[in-house]
């Protein structure tokens, strides 16, 4: 049994794709352990059965004294790793990115452990393009990023998904019926306040020509509730995406890779919001790619951008109304760049190198 330790941490889009890989591995051949950081995301979703550590680290984005700081607990923390690793009598490891995965790569390289480091986005974070170099393997999502890694062995395999998104699913049925095209608004694992508001302009008018709605808003949106409509639905989170996104006509999203490759999986076309203030703009990055393969449309965020919204969303819909229904194009192009987008093996493709370093 090889034992593999896990480090991911923060966001879906860290955590989501790692998960994917953990529920596939054989557990006759597998002991998994789980490397995350207190009061994250981790702390709710990683099984009991991975036996979840979490260690006290940040990112080296601060200046001055305060930069030392954080230098001097990447340093506490590689040990506390380094310890893990030894305890553990760990032989593999596999990690997402971000933060964790600074002081998991330096305590590895130290114990001479084999490191496959997965990176989803077009434009690497700032761990992948520093320690990059020093993994056996860095996986990618998307082809776009090999560019930037230049002096590391890579290999794209698409960013790992949980298998029901390639299970046919059935419309769940708390959903507004109808015939009007569906159309879903979703912002990522933390809900986005922003995407939200531009969506609320729109919506109304968009209700009074035929569409149904389901809003994702995510719990902390406390303008939640504000439209009522019989062809709406408001929700904080749902756990049963894979059937929305299989059977929505249209979505409106965040550029995060785990979403670009949940909507690449259903084939659904997409209007992309990126969210501005991500690190390097690397959803601006995601989207950019998407849109050259023909799978969406990108719609920044700015004071103007829900007209921007709405002008785009009649184009797509092919907005010839009339009082009781929309004309609707099911958009079989934007379908194909999403199948072009897809990468349905990355799972099995990630498991393929961990096994040949195990």
């Known amino acids: 049994m090889s034992r593999l330790l896990i480090a991911a941490s923060g966001t879906g889009g860290h955590l989501f794709p790692a998960l994917a890989v953990a529920d596939a591995l054989s557990p006759f051949l597998w002991k998994i352990s789980w490397l ?128 029901s998104f390639f299970l046919p699913q059935a419309l769940p049925e708390w959903v507004p019926s109808g015939a009007g095209p569906l159309i879903v608004v979703m912002g990522g694992s933390q809900g986005a306040l922003g995407l939200n508001v531009m969506v609320r302009d729109i919506i109304p008018e968009l209700l009074d020509k035929g569409c149904r709605f389901v809003h994702i808003t995510g719990s902390n949106d406390s303008e939640a509730g504000v439209i009522s409509h019989i062809n709406f639905l408001e929700i904080p989170f749902t756990d049963e995406i894979p059937a929305l996104l299989q059977n929505a006509d249209l979505v409106i999203s965040r550029s995060g890779a785990g979403a670009l490759s949940e909507l690449a999986a259903s084939n659904t076309p997409a209007i992309l919001v990126p969210y501005p203030w991500a690190t390097d703009k690397h959803q601006d990055h995601n989207a950019a790619f998407a849109a050259e393969l023909g799978a969406a449309v990108i719609v920044h965020q700015h004071v103007a951008g829900n007209l921007v919204l709405k002008k785009t969303l009649n184009r797509l819909l092919n907005s010839r109304f009339s009082k009781s229904a929309l004309e609707w194009d099911p958009l079989p192009s934007m379908k194909e760049g999403m199948e072009a987008l897809s990468k349905k093996e990355a799972v099995s493709s990630v498991i393929e190198i961990l096994e040949r370093f195990s």
Not at 74 to 89: C, G, H, P, Y
Not at 104 to 128: D, F, M, Q, Y
Request: one cysteine or more.
């Open 36 to 163: 995350g950081v207190p009061d994250r995301l981790e702390t709710e979703l990683v099984p009991e059965k991975y036996g979840l550590t979490t260690i006290n680290v940040e990112g080296l984005h601060a200046r001055g004294f305060k930069k030392v700081f954080q230098l001097f607990k990447l340093i506490l923390a590689t040990i506390e790793v380094v310890n893990l690793l030894q305890r553990k009598r760990i032989e593999v490891v596999f990690t997402t990115g971000g933060y964790i995965a600074a002081p998991t790569i330096l305590a590895a390289l130290w114990l001479r452990l084999p490191v496959i480091l997965h990176e989803s986005n077009a434009l690497p974070g700032k761990v992948t393009r520093l320690l990059g170099r020093f993994c056996s393997v860095v996986a990618l999502g998307m082809l776009p990023a090999t560019k930037r890694l230049p002096h590391c062995k890579t290999i794209v395999t698409g960013t790992p998904i949980r298998a």
